[in-house]
C-alpha cells in the first residue's frame, strides 16, 4: 500500500514557476513508476508526466514538453515537478500517482495509487 500526498500549488502569474512534490509513504516506493496527471474544471483528467522506478527515463505530454521536468527523490520517497513558463491553459488539479510496474505509462488506468490533487491557478 502507498500513500500520496501532493504539495507545492498556489496561485501563479503566467510565465512564472512553481515546483510540485508528492511524498509518498511505504517502502516499496522504489520500486513504483510514478506520473503526474492533471484535471481541469469540465475536462477529463490527463497525463502530464511520467518516470520510471530508477528515474533514468522520462516522458512528457507534448503539452508540457520543454517547460516541465519530472524528476525523484528515492531516499526521500519524493516526486517532483518542476513547473516553468506557466501558461493559463496549465490551471488544474494537479494529482501524482503510482504504477507498480515501475515503468513508464501515460493511461490513468496503469496506476494503482493516488493522491488527493493540488492546486495549481496560472493567472494572464
Known amino acids: 500500500q502507498v500513500q500520496l500526498v501532493e504539495s507545492g500549488g498556489g496561485l501563479v502569474q503566467a510565465g512564472g514557476s512553481l515546483r510540485l512534490s508528492c511524498a509518498a509513504s511505504?517502502?516499496?516506493?522504489?520500486?513504483?513508476?510514478m506520473g503526474w496527471f492533471r484535471q481541469a474544471p469540465g475536462k477529463e483528467r490527463e497525463f502530464v508526466a511520467a518516470?520510471?522506478?530508477?528515474?533514468?527515463?522520462?516522458y512528457y505530454a507534448d503539452s508540457v514538453k520543454g517547460r516541465f521536468t519530472i524528476s525523484r527523490d528515492n531516499a526521500k520517497n519524493t516526486v517532483y515537478l518542476q513547473m516553468n513558463s506557466l501558461k493559463p491553459e496549465d490551471t488544474a488539479l494537479y494529482y501524482c500517482?503510482?504504477?507498480?510496474?515501475?515503468?513508464?505509462?501515460?493511461?490513468?488506468?496503469?496506476?494503482?495509487?493516488w493522491g488527493q490533487g493540488t492546486q495549481v491557478t496560472v493567472s494572464s
Open positions: 500517482a503510482a504504477d507498480r510496474s515501475g515503468l513508464i505509462r501515460t493511461s490513468t488506468d496503469s496506476y494503482t495509487y
Open positions: 511505504g517502502r516499496t516506493f522504489s520500486t513504483y513508476g
Open positions: 518516470i520510471s522506478w530508477s528515474g533514468t527515463r522520462t
